[in-house]
């Protein structure tokens, strides 16, 4: 036998183990793994125990304070205390506008950027990991944990409050009240805006982390462009281009603690949202499957 057919007899081997029980892209960088390895993370305990221990916190701040009074303009904190219901929407609504940006920016900011300061993302993708999938799974790991952690924290208040201030309706600011089922149905409907609202602050970490080796630079510079355009929120002299900043409609929620839901504000929120959230990510993959591994 020939050098040249011997060649080609490794060759068809090695592409016949390859297409048998050999490399599987399917099989590299599974879910369950990529799952575990982020659970382990101390930032992620640390990141729920806050999320978890925050509503406890606010129960007893309101027991040692006493029942909140009134300050001039009709707002959540002035019916906290009224139910449980009532005092989940207040630790939403105290939380939406900087603890909940955090924690999506730390678990979608620290992902990719954290295996590149620890040296160990050019050996994932020498398992070898394709580029494309290793950031598919390594995204949906760290949605999966930003939707936990933005729904855990309305949950815990739930149960918080209870205890603390009982059941009921909800008492609205302006007046008037909310059957308990029928706020059940609004709260979720809140929840479900404010995971929408927050796709933002999660694309935009994510494309910070495909960029810099830096998972502190990642999460902080996601938060601090979220702080800058709650800034230029406050502009007035902006007029209507307040409405493409992409926090203008954070707390567009608010809109189904009407007595009738009003659905514009929600409909626009989301519709820049999901814009952002659709370019953000789209340069995230470009950035990364054109960039040189290093680190």
């Given at each position: 036998?020939?050098t040249?057919?011997?060649t080609?007899t ?45 509503p406890?916190?606010?129960v ?9 009074g009134p ?12 139910s449980?219901?009532?005092?989940a ?16 920016a ?39 944990y930003?939707?936990?952690?933005v ?6 208040a739930?149960?918080?409050g209870?205890?603390g201030?009982?059941?009921?309706p ?19 409907i ?39 355009s ?12 307040r ?5 203008h ?10 007595p ?11 519709a ?9 990510f ?14």
């Open positions: 036998m020939t040249g057919e011997i080609a490794e060759g068809g081997s090695g592409a016949a183990a390859a297409g048998g029980s050999g490399y599987r892209v399917r099989r590299t960088l599974p879910l369950r793994v990529e799952a575990i390895r982020q659970f382990r993370r101390r930032r992620t305990l640390v990141a729920f125990g806050i999320l978890l221990v925050l406890w916190v606010l007893g701040a309101f027991k040692i304070g006493g029942d909140p300050d001039g303009v009709p707002s959540l904190v002035d019916v906290a205390t009224a449980a219901l009532n005092f929407l207040f630790a939403l609504f105290v939380s939406t506008g900087f603890l909940l940006v955090v924690a999506v730390l678990f979608c900011g620290d992902t990719v950027a954290s295996e590149a300061g620890w040296s160990s993302l050019r050996y994932l993708l020498a398992a070898p990991v394709p580029r494309a999938r290793l950031l598919r799974q390594k995204l949906a790991v760290a949605l999966s930003a939707v936990v952690a729904v855990s924290l309305p949950l815990m739930l149960v918080a209870t205890v201030f009982g059941w009921g909800v008492e609205l600011p302006t007046g008037g009240t909310v059957p308990a089922g029928t706020a059940l149905g609004r709260m979720a809140i929840i479900g805006y404010s995971l929408v609202a927050q796709l933002v602050v999660a694309a935009l970490a994510f494309l910070l982390s495909v960029t810099t080796d830096s998972p502190l630079g990642a999460v902080g510079g996601a938060v601090g462009l979220v702080i800058v709650n800034i230029l929120d406050a502009v007035t002299a902006l007029g209507s281009w409405d493409f900043l992409p926090t409609w954070m707390y567009s929620w608010m809109d189904a603690l009407q009738q839901i009003q659905w514009t504000g929600m409909a626009k929120g989301s820049i949202s999901l814009s952002y959230t659709a370019v953000l789209a340069l995230a993959f470009r950035r990364f499957r054109n960039r040189d591994i290093v680190s």
